[in-house]
């Protein structure tokens, strides 16, 4: 949060760097999650659904991760994490 910098939900079922029960913590400190495929081939963009359901245990919605946000709210926060980044 100090950093201004987001966590990966990696949905790869072999790969999970981010355990469901730190999203609340997350969220707590304002820490943006995004929820990201890891797929290496087309096939893995299915991985992501399994990740999204795993994420609402943690209290994470729909609206929530974000890589859900448009483009122009993407584009600022990007702008305001580039500004409190040290």
């Known amino acids: 949060a100090e950093e201004g910098i987001s966590v990966e939900f990696n949905a790869n079922p072999h790969r999970l760097d981010l355990d469901w029960r730190w999203i609340p913590h997350a969220r707590r400190l304002g820490v943006p999650v995004s929820i ?12 992501a659904r399994a990740a999204i359901g795993t994420a609402a245990k943690g209290g994470l919605s729909t609206e929530d991760p974000l890589n859900h946000r448009d483009a122009g709210e993407i584009a600022e926060w990007l702008a ?5 980044a040290r």
């Open 36 to 47: 990201n495929p890891d797929a290496h081939t087309p096939e893995g963009l299915a991985d």
């Open 80 to 84: 305001s994490a580039k500004r409190t």
